[in-house]
């Protein structure tokens, strides 16, 4: 049974930097694009940065290009999102996602599985 375990969301200040991580079991990174995506209080959960094909294509949302960076440890199956110059309109849960079955990969309903999510806040 496949299972997402999102970890590293926490607490920082306008600037400031966090790692996210995501373990994924029963699961090959290597064949396939996994994602981060975030909800903020009231909006839709929209797709952050993706992943396919064992980190050969990635791509970002345009509110987080060039501060965050996704990327993968095949051996470990572990996704990471490296997020820098943190923004108080990135506070949000951040949900790791797998099992994309085609089409846009920063649709949520292409994605057959999810984590339980991991809280980021950042203050002004």
């Known amino acids: 049974q496949v299972q997402l375990a999102e970890s590293g969301g926490g607490s920082v200040q306008g600037g400031g930097s966090l790692r996210l991580s995501c373990i994924i079991s029963e699961f090959t990174t290597s064949r396939t694009c996994m994602a981060w995506f975030r909800q903020g209080t009231g909006k839709k959960r929209e797709g952050v940065a993706v992943i396919c094909f064992g980190g050969d294509s990635v791509a970002y949302a345009d509110s987080v290009k060039g501060r965050f960076t996704i990327s993968v440890d095949n051996a470990r199956n572990t996704v990471y999102l490296q997020m820098n110059s943190l923004k108080p309109e990135d506070t949000a849960m951040y949900y790791c996602?797998?099992?994309?079955?085609?089409?846009?990969?920063?649709?949520?309903?292409?994605?057959?599985?999810w984590g339980q999510g991991t809280q980021v806040n950042v203050s002004s």
């Open positions: 996602a797998a099992g994309f079955m085609g089409g846009s990969t920063f649709l949520e309903p292409r994605y057959r599985y």
